[in-house]
């Protein structure tokens, strides 16, 4: 068991052991490729989560014959995907000068398109965190909530309060006892919280 917390990524780690290996195992474009794309994808592009370690890992990489376009191409989005998550991303709404909050009500959601929709608004200027509320898809009831952060704010806390978790700057929940209108309720309640105890920005 191998655990380091100020990694960017599982990826990052596997280059470094790869390298630390006495009889270096070969590695094609292929796998060079694919680590790559794992750090683009934990790092958001290298701007989250990112240090001088990162950066030497990816060096290594492209060393190793890694095709940096062909993993950039790979998280291209088609355009029926693109047009949805904007449709989106323009039902947010700032709260109290830092906060974007998207309370999605008309239709259910993949998790994985409500995390790219707060990721995205993270892009909005002076947005310090990021909530997206909606119906999970495939899911009885569920409601679910995506919180991202630039870093500087814990939305760990405020999805603990709601019984989810995650970390630092990215968490979520899922909750089948409340409306998407409830958990917008709970999340500002719970912003106006932190506010007032001043202890949630890092």
């Given at each position: 068991t191998y655990v380091e917390s100020t990694a960017s990524s599982a990826c990052e780690l596997?280059?470094?052991?790869?390298?630390?290996i006495p009889n270096h195992i070969p590695i094609y474009e292929m796998e060079a490729t694919i680590m790559y794309l794992g750090i683009l994808v934990d790092t958001n592009r290298f701007k989250m989560h990112t240090d001088a370690?990162?950066?030497?890992?990816?060096?290594?990489?492209?060393?190793?014959?890694?095709n940096t376009n062909r993993a950039?191409?790979?998280?291209c989005e088609d355009y029926l995907y693109f047009s949805m998550k904007n449709a989106l991303i323009q039902q947010a709404k700032p709260y109290h000068d830092h906060f974007m909050i998207a309370a999605i009500e008309d239709e259910a959601l993949e998790r994985t398109m409500m995390a790219q929709v707060s990721q995205a608004l993270l892009m909005i200027k002076g947005c310090v965190a990021s909530f997206t509320i909606a119906?999970?898809?495939?899911?009885?009831n569920g409601v679910a909530v995506s919180a991202?952060?630039?870093?500087?704010?814990?939305?760990?806390?405020?999805?603990?309060?709601l019984n989810g978790g995650g970390h630092f700057s990215a968490a979520a929940v899922e909750r089948q006892d409340l409306s998407v209108?409830?958990?917008?309720?709970l999340?500002?309640?719970?912003?106006?919280?932190e506010q007032n105890n001043e202890g949630n920005f890092a």
């Amino acid at each position: 068991t191998y655990v380091e917390s100020t990694a960017s990524s599982a990826c990052e780690l596997i280059v470094e052991l790869l390298q630390n290996i006495p009889n270096h195992i070969p590695i094609y474009e292929m796998e060079a490729t694919i680590m790559y794309l794992g750090i683009l994808v934990d790092t958001n592009r290298f701007k989250m989560h990112t240090d001088a370690r990162t950066f030497e890992a990816a060096a290594a990489l492209q060393n190793w014959g890694a095709n940096t376009n062909r993993a950039e191409k790979a998280l291209c989005e088609d355009y029926l995907y693109f047009s949805m998550k904007n449709a989106l991303i323009q039902q947010a709404k700032p709260y109290h000068d830092h906060f974007m909050i998207a309370a999605i009500e008309d239709e259910a959601l993949e998790r994985t398109m409500m995390a790219q929709v707060s990721q995205a608004l993270l892009m909005i200027k002076g947005c310090v965190a990021s909530f997206t509320i909606a119906k999970v898809k495939n899911s009885t009831n569920g409601v679910a909530v995506s919180a991202r952060s630039d870093g500087s704010y814990n939305v760990q806390k405020i999805m603990e309060k709601l019984n989810g978790g995650g970390h630092f700057s990215a968490a979520a929940v899922e909750r089948q006892d409340l409306s998407v209108q409830q958990m917008k309720d709970l999340i500002l309640k719970y912003i106006e919280e932190e506010q007032n105890n001043e202890g949630n920005f890092a």
